[in-house]
């Protein structure tokens, strides 16, 4: 098949006018595909974080390793409480936990077993918010870090903001003689 300098072009032209319409299309795919990978890595994380938190004997739920890092408790409360802030800041939504935050020593009084209700309960409301978030939404640019991302890349920066925590818990673990679990990924 013979093709002209002409139809070269032709052909060359429409593709590169047709790219930003596609790319379009395709970033809309990719939000909706982001859904579905996030939130299998999302119950993931749930899994392993209730594994570690579970591991640690609740007489030793105030264990610090120096005088001003945090207790193993907050170590799990923070992920709660900074990750929710940060969704619903960015997103408009009011925060589940703002009652609970007003109650002088809330996170403190909660027994082992009613934390990991709480951790349950942040997991949740993360999945729902996040699939009931609309993909423009999501493509929204937000300061972060001194630069500017999507929402879809800030839940996972969150996410690995968790992923430092849990770490640390799994030092603190280490630090009272018990031998964390084996690494869980997606």
């Not at 609740?58 to 940060?86: A, G, L, W």
């Not at 939504?93 to 909660?110: H, T, V």
Request: charged share 25%.
């Amino acid at each position: 098949m013979n093709i002209s300098r002409k139809n070269a072009l032709k052909s060359l032209f429409g593709t590169l006018i047709g790219l930003p319409a596609l790319a379009k299309s395709d970033d809309k795919k990719d939000l909706l595909g982001f859904k579905d990978e996030f939130s299998a890595a999302w119950k993931s994380s749930l899994d392993y974080t209730l594994k570690i938190f579970n591991q640690m004997p609740e007489d030793k739920f105030e264990f610090k390793y120096t005088p001003e890092s945090f207790s193993f408790r907050t170590q799990f409360v923070h992920c709660i409480t900074f990750t929710t802030s940060q969704i619903c800041g960015r997103l408009n939504l009011p925060n589940p936990y703002d009652e609970k935050e007003k109650q002088n020593g809330y996170w403190a009084k909660l027994s082992k077993t009613e934390l990991e209700a709480e951790l349950k309960g942040f997991y949740a409301w993360v999945e729902k918010t996040v699939m009931e978030t609309k993909p423009d939404k999501l493509a929204q640019m937000e300061v972060y870090a001194g630069d500017k991302i999507p929402v879809w890349r800030l839940l996972y920066a969150l996410e690995n903001h968790i992923i430092h925590h849990r770490g640390q818990a799994i030092c603190y673990l280490r630090l009272n003689g018990v031998t964390p679990i084996g690494y869980i990924g997606w």
